[in-house]
């Protein structure tokens, strides 16, 4: 069964940067789709980033300039680099991965807190 692991959370003062982690368990890595949603309290989860197997990136608007999401094919893993954090960015990030069937398949979620 696929099992998506994340690290890297923590508290940050504000400009301040961390870096997200996701190990994902499955064979076909290289050619799905991973990002990474958040979601603040009472608020939606929301896409922050993704990528693809041809490592095409999209953004939030919000995060634009700030995050970077990158991938190694070779260890299964994607990242989340975010810098200038802000305390909007203060939320509980979750790693996606779009299965072969479409499904997305989620980790159990790390929380960033960006104190001001």
Do not use: H
């Not at 949603?37 to 995060?63: C, F, H, L, M």
């Not at 939320?91 to 997305?104: M, S």
């Amino acid at each position: 069964q696929v099992q998506l692991v994340e690290s890297g959370g923590g508290l940050v003062q504000t400009g301040g940067s961390l870096r997200l982690s996701c190990e994902a368990s499955t064979t076909t890595f290289g050619i799905n789709t991973v990002g990474w949603y958040r979601q603040a309290p009472e608020k939606d989860r929301e896409s922050v980033a993704r990528i693809t197997g041809g490592y095409i990136t999209t953004y939030a608007d919000s995060v634009k300039g700030r995050f970077t999401i990158s991938r190694d094919n070779t260890k299964n893993m994607v990242y989340l680099q975010m810098n200038n954090l802000k305390p909007e960015d203060t939320a509980v990030y979750y790693c996606l991965l779009i299965q072969l069937d479409g499904q997305p398949l989620w980790g159990q979620g790390i929380q960033v807190t960006v104190s001001s």
